[in-house]
């Protein structure tokens, strides 16, 4: 993080997932992330998923069963492309209105996100 200029905010959000292992072959599979890092050598409970500049962590903790909603901001190509993704992987997304229209996707954990169509 040292490249980044000082005034500049940086943020990963933290998403608690029951399976870590699970939850991030659905943010692999499903939705295009890569994954950048996972603790003890990938037999850790808390690992990192990335897909441009959208980093989750995603942390398996038997004590937390709360759900994230995140809002990830795409171009009008970009969301065209995520819903072709979507229905080529049979990925389950659903329009919903959040201020504007918006295309949910659920993980297996029932955390959200939220791409609003920048139309």
Same mark, same amino acid.
């Given at each position: 993080?040292? %490249? ?9 959000? &933290? ?24 603790? %003890?050598?990938?037999? +850790?409970t ?19 069963? %709360?759900?994230?909603? /995140?809002?990830?901001? /795409?171009?009008? %190509? +970009? ?11 049979? &990925? ?20 959200e /996100?939220?791409?609003?169509?920048? +139309?």
């Amino acid at each position: 993080m040292s %490249d980044r200029p000082a005034h500049r905010w940086y943020a990963r959000p &933290v998403l608690f997932v029951a399976d870590v292992h699970r939850a991030a072959r659905f943010y692999v599979e499903s939705l295009g992330f890569e994954k950048r890092w996972h603790s %003890d050598d990938g037999a +850790g409970t808390v690992c990192q998923v990335d897909r441009g500049e959208c980093e989750i962590i995603l942390c398996e903790d038997a004590a937390r069963r %709360d759900r994230g909603r /995140l809002f990830v901001e /795409l171009t009008a %190509d +970009g969301l065209a492309e995520l819903r072709r993704e979507l229905a080529a992987r049979g &990925v389950p997304a659903r329009a919903t209105w959040w201020g504007y229209d918006t295309v949910a996707v659920d993980d297996p954990d029932g955390n959200e /996100l939220f791409f609003p169509d920048p +139309g």
